[in-house]
């Protein structure tokens, strides 16, 4: 089978407090971490864990600037086998439907099987692998969280739903699948994996190689665009327990009681 | 030409679901001179309730009856939808597992403007929608401009918007169905639902809950978790991560894609408080939250807060509870 993954290199979440910057117009970027998006990294491991049962090849694909690079290399130190780079300057600012409309000119111009997408990003919409399924006119099944293969041409496929059940679906191939969490356990990258693949040539691809639609990338072209980050007035929020960790230990034990929560 | 707003109403074995009252009111903040439809989509007799039960919020309420609608296959729904939607007009879809499913396909084969998980609606001019979303898990908010002249698909964030109640619409319910067209699509069948396993606790009954989250780093410090737990006689829930980690059971977990719990205290303990997290807790329990970021989400939803490392406080607090005794 030969499965597309689409990855994106965001700030890590779990190694930064996301601050923003002083006009508005950004977070602060300085001294981030970044790292692969969580639920990309499940996408490519299960990618991985199909391809060495059923054969075949992943690809690692992301759309961004040269620093992307880096996530390409690391998804192929766990086991991805080739990584494209799709970067223009003509890419820039595009929305959720330009990024859609780029990868869709990878999938276009590959022979590929399966196409998974992290269920969302760092910026929480969850919005290109629905896109891009919707573009190609694949099927699409969202929040994936078990894919079992039946033949070439048919999968069966797991979504979460409320209260920790599960849609089970059965969808022909190709198509476009957005992998949940929890869907499998991420092998570890150590750094001697990623120095294995430090000098695997890494393509790089633009407009012109994929054949965009010009009319829907870019800044000009986003229906939805970005205007500032800011923070809401905080709002009544906890009264903050203050003091020497005793004290706050011994008000806090107070309240517990008080509420019925120490039993 | 009038702006038209429709409203994708869930629903469950004949009832709609909450956000049902949400929409409605998202869609007058949104644009107060627009016409509102709920749309309907099922079949049988639990249909017809819960057009009859919507027609009281929304005065036009469009019902689409079809046998391939019986279980809500979000291809098989966007097909009808894309024949009903008229050019230019704007959806709202609940952000929950089916409207994410659902709405970034539907946006395009619209070809209207999606915004996703919109949590309010700061202005409107001309086709310029200003929205707020959310990013980083809640840590820190966007205006986003939405261009509305294409039409746009919007999801909204379960409890964002204030429910209407008034149940005062008296509308009425018209049969679509005829202009639904054909239902039918390939490449996705819904097969089953495949019930959540049932866990040794059962949280949604427990009336004191330890919850842990991803602040707790590594499986070995459960036991500090544990500890603290049994000194209180509470049972011990998480976050998403840990599950996701396989360090408790999927039963334990609280949120929207977990269990949903009624506890009169609930100790958060390193989660975040992310709205999926938040979403699984109901009935106004006393919420304290300890975590070593001043400015996580978690303490606006908490009664009380703590700036602590809970590697640190929690074993202490174990200790004493337990020393009182
Ligand atoms: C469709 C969907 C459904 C979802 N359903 C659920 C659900 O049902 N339940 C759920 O919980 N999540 C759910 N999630 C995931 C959710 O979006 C968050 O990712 C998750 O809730 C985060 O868990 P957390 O707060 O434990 O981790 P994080 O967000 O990583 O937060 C960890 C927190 O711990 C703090 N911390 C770190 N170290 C320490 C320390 N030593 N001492 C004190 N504090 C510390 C950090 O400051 C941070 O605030 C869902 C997501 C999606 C997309």
């Known amino acids: 089978m030969e499965i597309l993954v689409c990855v994106k290199r965001v700030p890590d979440t779990s190694e930064n407090e996301i601050e923003i910057n002083s006009s508005g117009s950004d977070i602060q970027r300085d001294d981030l971490v970044y790292s692969v998006n969580e639920w990309d990294n499940y996408a490519v491991e299960e990618a991985i864990q199909i391809r060495d049962n059923v054969g075949g090849s992943v690809t690692v694909v992301t759309v961004g600037d040269d620093d992307a690079e880096e996530v390409l290399r690391r998804e192929m130190a766990m086991g991805a086998d080739k990584g494209v780079l799709l970067k223009d300057d003509a890419f820039e600012g595009s929305d959720g439907r330009g990024v859609a409309a780029i990868i869709k000119g990878e999938v276009e111009k590959g022979n590929y099987d399966l196409i998974l997408t992290g269920a969302q990003a760092d910026d929480g919409a969850g919005q290109v692998g629905g896109m891009l399924a919707a573009m190609l006119d694949m099927p699409f099944a969202s929040l994936v969280n078990r894919i079992d293969v039946v033949d070439d041409k048919k999968i069966n496929v797991g979504r979460e739903i409320a209260g920790g059940n599960q849609e089970m679906n059965e969808m022909s191939l190709p198509c476009v699948l957005s992998i949940q969490t929890g869907i499998n356990e991420p092998r570890y990258v150590g750094i001697r994996g990623i120095r294995k693949v430090a000098s695997v040539e890494i393509p790089v691809k633009g407009a012109a190689d994929l054949g965009v639609d010009a009319a829907v990338i870019g800044a000009a072209n986003a229906r939805v665009k970005r205007l500032d980050y800011f923070v809401p007035p905080a709002g009544e929020g906890a009264e903050m327990l203050e003091g020497g960790v005793d004290e706050i230990i011994e008000k806090l034990i107070d309240m517990l009681k008080s509420k019925g929560g120490i039993k | ?325």
């Open chain 2, 1 to 325: 030409m009038a702006r038209q707003i429709f409203a994708y109403i869930l629903h469950k074995d004949g009832v709609a679901d909450d956000t049902a009252l949400e929409l409605v009111e998202a869609a007058r903040r949104l644009d107060a001179s627009a016409p509102v439809t709920a749309l309907v989509l099922g079949t049988g007799a639990d249909l017809d309730k819960v057009c009859q039960e919507v027609a009281a919020t929304y005065k036009e309420v469009w019902k689409v009856d079809n046998a391939a609608l019986s279980y809500p296959n979000a291809e098989v729904v966007r097909k009808v939808l894309v024949n009903l939607i008229p050019k230019g007009a704007i959806a709202l879809v609940p952000h929950e597992h089916f409207g994410m499913d659902l709405s970034p396909g539907l946006s395009i084969k619209l070809d209207a403007a999606y915004a996703p998980d919109v949590v309010d609606i700061s202005a409107l001019e001309g086709d310029k929608l200003t929205l707020v979303r959310q990013e980083y898990s809640g840590q820190v908010s966007t205006h986003v401009a939405c261009d509305l002249s294409a039409g746009a698909v919007i999801t909204i964030r379960a409890g964002a918007f204030a429910p209407d109640e008034s149940r005062s619409a008296g509308g009425t319910v018209t049969d679509k169905s005829p202009d639904a067209g054909d239902a039918g699509v390939a490449g996705r069948k819904f097969l089953e639902i495949i019930e959540a396993e049932v866990g040794d606790v059962d949280i949604t009954k427990s009336e004191v809950l330890v919850s842990v989250g991803r602040g707790i780093e590594d499986q070995d410090n459960l036991e500090m978790i544990n500890d603290l737990a049994k000194a209180m006689g509470a049972d011990v829930s998480c976050s998403r991560p840990i599950v996701d980690a396989k360090w408790l059971e999927k039963a334990r977990q609280v949120g929207t894609s977990g269990q949903t719990v009624k506890p009169k205290v609930y100790l958060a303990l390193g989660i975040s408080g992310s709205f999926q997290h938040m979403g699984g807790i109901k009935g106004n329990p006393f919420i304290v939250a300890v975590n070593k970021n001043a400015k996580a989400p978690i303490f606006q939803a908490a009664d009380v807060g703590v700036v602590a490392d809970i590697l640190e406080f929690v074993p202490e607090l174990a200790e004493k509870i337990a020393e009182m005794k």
